[in-house]
């Protein structure tokens, strides 16, 4: 069972962030989420997180946190997100991506508001690591990269084959090394791109030639 409330209550998952197990897989994921975030300076970023944090990145950006109705932070709102179409160059979901109907809601957002040459990170548990026995109980779901690989992909956008491995292994400590795929590290991050133009050619419409003695304009 999740653990309770002050007010008896089950809390929200995304709690499991709060303590020692979870907050040891937040600072490790810390360095990525910087890197990424960093990685179009010209452009703002959008992070979606479980919980408040405080990790000082350049440029303009918008960080918030997923709440019972939506999400919170530095605005409040729900889907759609109150951001124009291509003018995100960065998305990062901190533990915040969701499998069902939710999920494929904020994937085609993610992909609306990121700009053509954008890129959307994945911080996600792995369901293979031992340190999944720290989170039993608490409500959260973990999945394999090749979930998300396919709902980006429904999302139009263009996933990295590789994802890379971050956290602790069996021990509640902070291990900011990544490495190459999850293995059995607590999480993994993955990464997707808005492509500027179509991977396959567009062929072109026959142009119709006009009538002799109709002028072209």
């Known amino acids: 069972m999740p653990p309770l409330s002050a007010t008896?209550?089950?809390a929200s998952p995304r709690d499991w962030f709060r303590t020692d197990a979870g907050l040891a897989v937040l600072?490790?994921?810390r360095p990525a989420v910087e890197r990424a975030?960093?990685?179009r300076p010209a452009l703002p970023w959008l992070w979606l997180g479980p919980v408040e944090q405080v990790t000082p990145v350049d440029g303009s950006g918008l960080h918030l946190v997923a709440s019972a109705d939506g999400w919170s932070g530095d605005a409040r709102c729900g889907l759609p997100l109150p951001l124009a179409s291509e003018s995100i160059g960065v998305v990062v979901l901190q533990h915040v991506a969701a499998r069902g109907r939710e999920g494929?809601?904020?994937f085609a957002e993610c992909a609306r508001v990121l700009a053509p040459g954008g890129r959307l990170w994945i911080f996600a548990l792995n369901p293979l690591a031992p340190y999944r026995w720290y989170w039993r109980g608490a409500g959260l779901g973990a999945a394999e990269p090749l979930t998300w690989r396919r709902r980006m992909r429904e999302a139009g956008l263009t996933p990295e084959p590789?994802?890379?491995g971050l956290g602790p292994r069996w021990q509640v400590r902070v291990a900011h090394?990544?490495?190459d795929g999850p293995g059995v590290r607590a999480a993994y991050a993955i990464c997707a791109e808005k492509r500027a133009w179509p991977l396959t050619p567009v062929r072109q419409r026959l142009r119709l030639p006009l009538p002799?003695?109709?002028p072209a304009a």
Do not use: F, K, N, W
Request: proline share 10%; charged share 35%; glycine share 14%.
């Open 177 to 179: 090394e990544p490495q």
């Open 162 to 164: 590789v994802s890379r």
């Open 37 to 39: 975030l960093a990685e």
């Open 8 to 10: 008896g209550q089950p």
């Open 27 to 29: 600072e490790s994921e």
């Open 212 to 214: 002799e003695g109709i």
């Open 104 to 106: 494929r809601g904020l």
